[in-house]
């Protein structure tokens, strides 16, 4: 992994996008093709009721199982407890007992 990416994508989350297999495969493809990041808009609703929204959450979870080099992320627009919260969580998943603390 690099520690600083040199070439990254941002996604967003909403919309034609909207559908988390689909940022999964568009992370699987960036990392095949030599990306070194990969980072999902935060957002959990639209302006517009019809648009999709994928939990951004959800897709780097996802991301992170189906790669293996890439940076994958969001922006930092949670504020830092609400982040570790969810690693917290998502950790659990993940290995089943107690947090990781990698993350």
Not at 12 to 24: I, W
Not at 54 to 81: K, L, M, N, Q, Y
Request: aromatic share 8%.
């Amino acid at each position: 992994m690099a520690a600083n990416p040199r070439c990254a994508i941002g996604v967003p989350n909403v919309g034609s996008v909207g559908d988390p297999a689909q940022l999964v495969n568009l992370a699987v493809a960036a990392e095949e093709h030599g990306w070194d990041g990969f980072f999902v808009w935060d957002h959990l609703l639209y302006w517009d009721p019809g648009w999709h929204v994928a939990d951004p959450v959800v897709v780097i979870a996802a991301a992170a199982a189906r790669t293996a080099r890439i940076r994958i992320g969001t922006p930092a627009h949670r504020h830092e407890s609400d982040s570790s919260r969810i690693a917290t969580k998502v950790s659990t998943v993940e290995w089943g007992s107690t947090p990781a603390t990698s993350w």
